[in-house]
């Protein structure tokens, strides 16, 4: 017979360690995973610093570009070298503004390039203005001799000027006048008559005037008898002088021998049968001036 006192030995529970394990890890990976969490977001903040403080910047070298191409453009100059030289330039800067510069190297690049730049326009700035100031200086000076060339312009216009009234004034003085003049009718028997039938000649006596300017020798006096109807008498349609660009009718002419000194001289017309009643006017001629004037009438037979 079985004995039923038999002990039979309890089973123990088994310890609970994987569990604890498995806490432990999944703490320490959660921690990794905030601080990973953590470092990314920080990365990400210094980034967008980083990223903020270069669009800054490249705004701020893109603005000064901005105002340099302006400041070229105010640039004004007739030199031709210097005008070429400032387009370079200026197309230099327009080429930087269409860089994209993205990492702090190429704006470090960037803005050395702006400070030699800004020194070339300064050099620029100093040559412009020497050059206007030289300029300015020039266009005084211009004016100052185009002053004194008008003045002199003006003097030899004022001297000539003078020169031809004192000359006109000369011509005037060196012309012969006559004086005295006597217009009178004659019959054969050279007594005075105003009666056409009985006139034979025409006798004009003047005296030539003194005048120690006029050029002497021998002088020719034309005269003009012009009948009350304006008819000229003269002998032959061939008698004519030059008055003032004019072939002018005359009746009758004589030489002279003049010496600058008074002179009395008469000139005859015979009476050809155009004499007329009437009032006649009589002219004389010396060297292209009227030099006297009468006047004398006839009568009915």
Avoid: W
């Amino acid at each position: 017979m079985a004995d039923t006192n038999t002990f039979t030995p309890v089973e123990q529970p088994k310890k609970k360690s994987a569990p604890i394990a498995m806490i432990f890890t999944t703490v320490i990976l959660a921690a990794a995973l905030i601080f990973l969490v953590v470092m990314y977001f920080d990365q990400k903040n210094k980034m967008i610093e980083v990223e903020t403080v270069l669009t800054q910047e490249k705004d701020s070298l893109a603005n000064e570009l901005r105002l340099m191409v302006h400041g070229y453009d105010t640039l004004k100059t007739d030199n031709d070298t210097l005008m070429s030289n400032l387009q370079r330039e200026k197309k230099r800067i327009q080429q930087l503004l269409s860089i994209n510069a993205s990492n702090v190297q190429l704006l470090k690049k960037y803005r050395a390039e702006i400070g030699t730049m800004r020194e070339i326009m300064k050099g620029y700035i100093v040559q412009i203005d020497s050059l206007n100031t030289l300029n300015q200086q020039l266009v005084t000076e211009n004016t100052g001799i185009k002053k004194q060339i008008s003045e002199v312009q003006n003097t030899n216009v004022e001297l000539t000027k003078a020169k031809e009234e004192l000359t006109s004034k000369v011509t005037v003085a060196a012309v012969i006048q006559a004086k005295d003049i006597n217009a009178v009718t004659l019959n054969k028997k050279r007594k005075e008559t105003t009666r056409i039938n009985l006139i034979d000649k025409l006798r004009i006596c003047f005296t030539l005037r003194e005048n120690p300017i006029a050029a002497p020798g021998e002088k020719e006096v034309f005269m003009r008898v012009i009948r009350p109807d304006s008819l000229v008498i003269t002998s032959s349609p061939d008698n004519l002088f030059d008055f003032n660009g004019n072939k002018l009718v005359y009746s009758a002419s004589r030489l002279v021998d003049y010496m600058n000194q008074d002179i009395e001289m008469c000139i005859f017309l015979d009476n050809t049968g155009d004499f007329i009643v009437g009032t006649y006017s009589i002219e004389l001629y010396l060297e292209n001036n009227i030099i006297g004037r009468t006047t004398f009438a006839l009568a009915k037979k």
